[in-house]
């Protein structure tokens, strides 16, 4: 790809064209190295025009089978009819066993999908950390050009991914099932924590007091979980049916008085600074690795140590001293010196 085809998807992309903006994060989360290049130009010839109107970033996590997929469908549907453009970028857990199974998610969401102010973006598991996107962070910036209001991020099971996919939304909402109370499904209280808003969802049918009481004992531990740091926004419960649909609306509501609050009070501008700063070390960590893989004297020697330290010849800290010596120069030594 040219310069001027990057210029091209950039402008593409600016006028919301469906097709540019799914090129455009197919080149974001290629690991081709020439793609990074491209994939950063891309990014940053978007970024000088610098006057997006912000898109609220939602993260939806939860323990498999809450119905996260069937809740976004309905709230993305929500979302639309209030005439916001909404974005859904989901990692298809059964591409993860089949190799690539795309269609899945996108089945949970049909009429989402169908719908002219929607795009879905399924990930392939394969190309992950963890539950999140190699690539969400930039995946989201693009669809904040392409002039989406509200960016929706379904994160798989629970776990480690829940921080990290944290650590790049305006807001984190946990998607629990009716009966969480007991045990809270094995659900960390770390991830609790996490979560501005916590969803009690398939309150219908036989389900509905079981949702009713999880949701009054949640709501009680509330307090012991809030952080003092964040005094700005009192985490909410809400029971919701994504099925029969209800209380979809009252999630909707919720999210957008939490971007009118935050934003009217600066903390979301904070929030999305702090997570700027961990997002370009993270784009460090990760160019400086991919450099140091890719460089011939580091696979060359790489390969012959590595086997040594597996024979038990060698110690591992001896041999990541002589690569990293290798890679670093003389400058490596000096710079450890410092120390
Ligand atoms: N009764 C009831 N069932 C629901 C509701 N929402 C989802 N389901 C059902 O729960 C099952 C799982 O729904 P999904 O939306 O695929 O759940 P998920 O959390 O996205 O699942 P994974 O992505 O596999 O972790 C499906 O059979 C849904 O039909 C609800 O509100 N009520
Ligand atoms: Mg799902």
Redesign the pocket.
Known sequence: MSIDSTNDLATGIRQGERRALAKAITLIESVKPEDDRKAAALLEALSRKGEDQPALRVAIS?P????????IDALGMEAVSRGLRTAVLTID?SSKRSGGSILG?KT?MPRLSAHPLAFIRPSAAGATLGGVARRTRESMSLLESAGYGLILV?T??VGQSETEVAGMVDLFVL?LLPNAGDELQGIKRGIMELAELILI??S??V?TQAAELTRSQIQASLPLLRRPEEQTWTPRVLL?????ESGIGAVMDTLQEFQHTMTANGVLEDKRRRQAAGWMWERVYDGLRQRFLADPAIRKLAGELEPQVRRGELGAVTAAERLLKVHCGNGYDNHVGNH
């Open positions: 939860g498999p089978g809450a119905g996260k997929s069937t809740l857990p998610d949970r379904e798989v099971g998607v969802n398939k219908d049918g389900f919701v049916s994504a099925m029969e």
